[in-house]
């Protein structure tokens, strides 16, 4: 058999060779045989079979998620035991089943009824149109006898191929278990693509239509770097994957050349993220995302659920720092609970700090009081905080005070608490233009270079029509960075870089040589930055900054970091 | 047997509260109907469509309607759900 290949957009550095299995969850059922040939009580028993298994699945997952996640997520469990059991559902499938339809058929018509119509209410009602659809396709499944794929237990070394990949779908993998996935649609930005990075699988998107063509039990090989996808891969394309899966991960602190110890750290959003950061030989965590312990749930977690997570990350290095970045909600990151307003830019709008400062001063409390406890837990000397999106000083002294007010309240009553060290993101050109005056303020800087090249350069993140002037490669991106490295120098003040940038191994030497002590990366490229930080020698490092400084384009610079290659 | 409730929790009757309004109906021996305060119509308490279905929030008013041996009980029981700012854990 001769290998074929289909090229795709590779969104990990990492190679997996497995064995193909599709996922389609929205697949059409088949056409239903003629009603006379349908047993209407064989269906009415087989729709009462699938309604009991459906409730026991039901069942378990609200007790796992009410174990892993919390009681509040759960709740949306009981909601769709409730539809399933729903008198007009079951009264609408029986009397679809009498009028001759199997029972599959049956469910799907009298869902889609009902979807339909709430999807017509609109607003509330159209979440639980979803609510709906979820039921709806995990009967359909049940009925149709495990001929639909089911995420959360795949055989060993399996890639998932699917057109596309929800949130709720890459939520069931079992990272353990899944040698990679590949999709139809689908950029470097994906949830999907985001998700591969910060479990370390390897993954392609975007193939295209031509995935289709790709048979159920194929051997694959996915390549995150180049983007192939290559079917039927000959023996020596296999042993090259498995050698290239076979990274070199470093699990002490690391120096550059000439001595000068550089943190490597890993970005994590959930606590999912922190095995795969210990996994690929993070000092710590440069960035947590706090925000999305508030995502995908219907109301926020408590003070002890935080406190928990804090202390879970804390403790899953060994004495490696922790920076927990307070709540970013708002711009893009929608919260369900929380009412955010309709802006017209919502990514100039009141996001960040600017909300907990403002309508968020309640969450905004709690999760102080959480922090402030985990600095005074075992690991708490490791604990950073820092707060996003700051631009004015006024606003890094309101935060600031936030923090020492909370620190009293906890004081008179008599809760264990700790200030821990404090700093805030530069990411806007506000905050790298004012970084001497921020700088006395705080104890450390981190450059969100996400949101820095998209604010430096007034070009949307995720706009692809404008992505090459988001570039961070950008000369204007590059002179925010060492404006904001400079005016911390002679401080009292470390300079970290979170975001892309800083797990970009091409850049590594640049970042050291513009002077930053920290890169903080998704997990899966820690490896490639440390080896890369190993062979930097500073005093070269700086020379090659001071050149790529002086480039009046982005070519330019790319011309200067690859000649330096 | 009747009552007129407002609906205090900021979801509405929708999500969690909707969640416990409909097993709470479950657990009595009673006929349990309700609708808009200002409408005739009434559904049944007892589905979860019905009652997420009505699109009923905050502040806003329903009719409860119960007939059955636990009628007032169920009525207590409902209104109680209905008048709790935040859903009991």
Same mark, same amino acid.
């Given at each position: 058999?001769?290998?074929?290949?289909?090229?795709?957009?590779?969104?990990?550095?990492?190679?997996?060779?497995?064995?193909?299995?599709?996922?389609?969850?929205?697949?059409?059922?088949?056409?239903?045989?003629?009603?006379?040939?349908?047993?209407?009580?064989?269906?009415?028993?087989?729709?009462?079979?699938?309604?009991?298994?459906?409730?026991?699945?039901?069942?378990?997952?609200?007790?796992?998620?009410?174990?892993?996640?919390?009681?509040?997520?759960?709740?949306?469990?009981?909601?769709?035991?409730?539809?399933?059991?729903?008198?007009?559902?079951?009264?609408?499938?029986?009397?679809?089943?009498?009028?001759?339809?199997?029972?599959? #058929?049956?469910?799907?018509?009298?869902?889609?009824?009902?979807?339909?119509?709430?999807?017509?209410?609109?607003?509330?009602?159209?979440?639980?149109?979803?609510?709906?659809?979820?039921?709806?396709?995990?009967?359909?499944?049940?009925?149709?006898?495990?001929?639909?794929?089911?995420?959360?237990?795949?055989?060993?070394?399996?890639?998932?191929?699917?057109?596309?990949?929800?949130?709720?779908?890459?939520?069931?993998?079992?990272?353990?278990?899944?040698?990679?996935?590949?999709?139809?649609?689908?950029?470097?930005?994906? #949830?999907?693509?985001?998700?591969?990075?910060?479990?370390?699988?390897?993954?392609?998107?975007?193939?295209?239509?031509? =995935?289709?063509?790709?048979?159920?039990?194929?051997?694959?090989?996915?390549?995150?770097?180049?983007?192939?996808?290559?079917?039927?891969?000959?023996?020596?394309?296999?042993?090259?994957?498995?050698?290239?899966?076979?990274?070199?991960?470093? #699990?002490?602190?690391?120096?550059?050349?000439?001595?000068?110890?550089?943190?490597?750290?890993?970005?994590?959003?959930?606590?999912?993220?922190?095995?795969?950061?210990?996994?690929?030989?993070?000092?710590?965590?440069?960035?947590?995302?706090?925000?999305?312990?508030?995502?995908?749930?219907?109301?926020?977690?408590?003070?002890?659920?935080?406190?928990?997570?804090?202390?879970?990350? =804390?403790?899953?290095?060994?004495?490696?720092?922790?920076?927990?970045?307070?709540?970013?909600?708002?711009?893009?990151?929608?919260?369900?609970?929380?009412?955010?307003?309709?802006?017209?830019?919502?990514?100039?709008?009141?996001?960040?700090?600017?909300?907990?400062?403002?309508?968020?001063?309640?969450?905004?409390?709690?999760?102080?009081?959480?922090?402030?406890?985990?600095?005074?837990?075992?690991?708490?000397?490791?604990?950073?905080?820092?707060?996003?999106?700051?631009?004015?000083?006024?606003?890094?002294?309101?935060?600031?005070?936030?923090?020492?007010?909370?620190?009293?309240?906890?004081?008179?009553?008599?809760?264990?608490?700790?200030?821990?060290?404090?700093?805030?993101?530069?990411?806007?050109?506000?905050?790298?233009?004012?970084?001497?005056?921020?700088?006395?303020?705080?104890?450390?800087?981190?450059?969100?270079?996400?949101?820095?090249?998209?604010?430096?350069?007034?070009?949307?993140?995720?706009?692809?029509?404008?992505?090459?002037?988001?570039?961070?490669?950008?000369?204007?991106?590059?002179?925010?960075?060492?404006?904001?490295?400079?005016?911390?120098?002679?401080?009292?003040?470390?300079?970290?870089?979170?975001?892309?940038?800083?797990?970009?191994?091409? =850049?590594?030497?640049?970042?050291?040589?513009?002077?930053?002590?920290?890169?903080?990366?998704?997990?899966?490229?820690?490896?490639?930055?440390?080896?890369?930080?190993?062979?930097?020698?500073?005093?070269?490092?700086?020379?090659?900054?001071?050149?790529?400084?002086?480039?009046?384009?982005?070519?330019?610079?790319?011309?200067?970091?690859?000649?330096?290659? | 047997?009747?009552?007129?409730?407002?609906?205090?929790?900021?979801?509405?009757?929708?999500?969690?509260?909707?969640?416990?309004?409909?097993?709470?109906?479950?657990?009595?021996?009673?006929?349990?109907?309700?609708?808009? /305060?200002?409408?005739?119509?009434?559904?049944?308490? /007892?589905?979860?469509?019905?009652?997420?279905?009505?699109?009923?929030?905050?502040?806003?008013?329903?009719?409860?309607?119960?007939?059955?041996?636990?009628?007032? /009980?169920?009525?207590?029981?409902?209104?109680?759900?209905?008048?709790?700012?935040?859903?009991?854990?």
């Amino acid at each position: 058999m001769t290998e074929r290949t289909l090229s795709g957009i590779g969104v990990t550095p990492l190679s997996g060779v497995g064995t193909v299995v599709w996922y389609r969850p929205d697949a059409d059922l088949p056409e239903p045989p003629a009603p006379e040939d349908v047993d209407g009580d064989a269906e009415l028993a087989r729709f009462e079979d699938a309604r009991a298994a459906a409730e026991d699945e039901l069942e378990a997952e609200r007790e796992r998620t009410a174990e892993r996640v919390g009681e509040e997520e759960a709740a949306v469990f009981d909601a769709h035991v409730q539809f399933l059991n729903d008198p007009q559902i079951t009264d609408g499938v029986t009397d679809a089943i009498e009028g001759g339809l199997p029972a599959e #058929h049956a469910v799907q018509e009298t869902f889609s009824e009902f979807v339909e119509q709430f999807e017509n209410m609109g607003g509330r009602m159209g979440e639980r149109a979803d609510d709906l659809r979820d039921v709806r396709d995990r009967l359909v499944r049940v009925l149709s006898d495990g001929e639909r794929v089911d995420l959360s237990s795949l055989p060993e070394g399996s890639v998932v191929v699917a057109e596309r990949l929800t949130p709720s779908d890459t939520a069931q993998l079992d990272p353990e278990r899944v040698a990679g996935f590949v999709t139809v649609t689908g950029g470097r930005t994906s #949830h999907a693509a985001i998700f591969a990075r910060s479990l370390a699988l390897p993954a392609i998107v975007g193939v295209g239509e031509e =995935l289709q063509s790709v048979e159920d039990g194929a051997e694959v090989v996915v390549d995150g770097e180049s983007g192939d996808f290559v079917v039927d891969p000959s023996d020596e394309r296999k042993e090259a994957a498995a050698a290239a899966a076979d990274v070199d991960v470093r #699990h002490e602190s690391v120096e550059t050349a000439d001595g000068v110890e550089i943190e490597v750290a890993a970005n994590i959003g959930t606590l999912a993220d922190l095995g795969p950061a210990v996994d690929r030989g993070a000092d710590g965590v440069g960035l947590f995302r706090t925000e999305f312990l508030f995502l995908d749930r219907e109301s926020p977690p408590d003070e002890d659920e935080q406190y928990e997570a804090y202390v879970e990350a =804390l403790e899953s290095f060994d004495g490696g720092r922790v920076v927990v970045r307070t709540l970013d909600i708002g711009g893009d990151k929608p919260v369900p609970y929380l009412d955010l307003p309709d802006e017209e830019n919502p990514f100039l709008g009141e996001r960040g700090i600017r909300r907990s400062l403002g309508p968020d001063a309640d969450l905004f409390e709690t999760q102080v009081r959480a922090l402030l406890r985990a600095a005074a837990s075992a690991d708490g000397a490791n604990l950073s905080v820092m707060l996003p999106l700051v631009s004015t000083v006024e606003e890094l002294r309101a935060g600031r005070e936030r923090f020492e007010s909370v620190a009293a309240d906890l004081d008179a009553e008599g809760v264990e608490n700790e200030l821990p060290e404090f700093g805030i993101m530069v990411e806007t050109p506000a905050a790298a233009f004012m970084a001497d005056q921020f700088a006395p303020h705080v104890d450390f800087f981190s450059i969100g270079t996400n949101d820095l090249a998209q604010y430096v350069m007034a070009a949307e993140r995720g706009n692809e029509r404008v992505s090459d002037l988001g570039d961070y490669r950008q000369p204007a991106v590059l002179r925010a960075i060492d404006a904001t490295v400079s005016a911390a120098e002679g401080e009292d003040c470390w300079v970290g870089m979170c975001g892309e940038m800083a797990g970009d191994p091409d =850049l590594t030497e640049l970042l050291v040589g513009l002077g930053l002590d920290e890169l903080s990366m998704s997990a899966v490229t820690v490896p490639q930055v440390k080896a890369a930080v190993a062979e930097t020698d500073t005093a070269d490092a700086r020379e090659l900054a001071e050149r790529v400084l002086q480039a009046d384009t982005k070519a330019e610079v790319a011309e200067i970091l690859t000649l330096d290659q | 047997m009747e009552r007129t409730v407002t609906v205090v929790p900021e979801d509405g009757l929708h999500a969690r509260p909707a969640s416990q309004f409909v097993e709470t109906a479950n657990e009595f021996d009673a006929d349990i109907q309700l609708g808009r /305060a200002d409408e005739d119509d009434l559904v049944p308490a /007892a589905s979860m469509l019905a009652v997420t279905g009505l699109g009923v929030g905050h502040d806003e008013s329903v009719r409860l309607v119960a007939e059955g041996d636990d009628a007032e /009980a169920a009525l207590d029981a409902l209104e109680d759900i209905l008048s709790t700012p935040e859903a009991k854990q």
